[in-house]
Each structure stands twice: as C-alpha cells, then as structure tokens.
C-alpha cells in the first residue's frame, strides 16, 4: 500500500451514519404508520440492549485507543486489536451499534425500524465489514487470517 490515500478500508459510508439515517426512517415510518409490539417487555429489554452497547463499545474505543490504532474505518488501520472485546468479536463496535439500534426501536415500540434492520445489516455486510475484511487480509494477511479464523465476526 504505498498510496496513503488507499490505506484504509473503503467502505460506502461511515457505519454509524448508516445505522443512524436507517433508525430515523425507520421511527419516522412508525410515527407516521404507529404498529405496537411488546409494549410492557420493549422498555426493559430496551434498556438493557442500551446499556450492553454503551459497555461493549466503551470497551472497545478503549482497547483501539491503547493499540494506537484508528476506529474511523477511512483512517488507516496501524494493528490488529485481538484481545479484550475483540477476544470474541472481531466487530465489537457495529455489534454495539446493532444493539443500540435495537434498543432504541424497542424503547419507542417501532416495528418499521426493526424491519429495516436486516436490510442495513445486509448493507453492513457488504458495504462495511467485507470491505474492511479484505483491506485487513491485504494489509496484515496472516496475522489477520489466524485472528479471524479465531474469532468470530459477530459473537
């Protein structure tokens, strides 16, 4: 990679733009077609889902901090973080966002956003994590292969 501008994953937009764009059409579709679900049990397990993301992605901004390695994926990637919450989550950072976005749907009841999870995921997939995997392979190639044969992509 002797191009610095090509140093970096080339994913299609910043993951936390996608989940949060998503989130909003998705409540915006619910308040203006309101479909309810779980009512009593969405505020709890809401909540927790929160409060898990909030945890795992602590966490982990913590342990790339100490690596000294970037987080935003169109920064160039300097190490492989394989310990802590990367010990069992090769994506620490879009599990938690998944889990915020869930618990956020659950909080103000909003089907049409859950709906639209599996979609974004699928964007995710293919956009983002593929994306970073390859540029990851290229770029640290065995060290990176012997961790994601190690290591799941999600949990």
Do not use: H
């Amino acid at each position: 990679m002797n191009d610095q501008t090509s140093d970096n994953a080339g994913v299609i937009a910043f993951p936390p733009a996608l989940y949060a764009v998503t989130l909003l059409i998705g409540l915006v579709l619910n308040f203006i077609f309101p479909v309810s679900f779980l009512p009593t049990v969405s505020l709890i397990l809401g909540s927790l889902m929160i409060i898990c993301a909030g945890l795992i992605v602590t966490l982990a901004f913590k342990r790339m901090r100490q690596a000294n390695t970037a987080i935003n994926p169109a920064e160039p990637t300097t190490a492989i973080v394989a310990d802590g919450v990367f010990s069992w989550s090769r994506n620490p950072i879009y599990l938690s966002l998944t889990l915020l976005y869930t618990g956020i749907s659950f909080l103000f009841n909003a089907v049409w956003a859950l709906l639209l999870l599996l979609p974004l995921l699928v964007i995710m997939q293919i956009g983002v994590i593929q994306r970073e995997e390859k540029y990851l392979e290229r770029k640290f190639g065995d060290e990176y292969l012997c961790y994601k044969a190690q290591v799941r992509r999600w949990i």
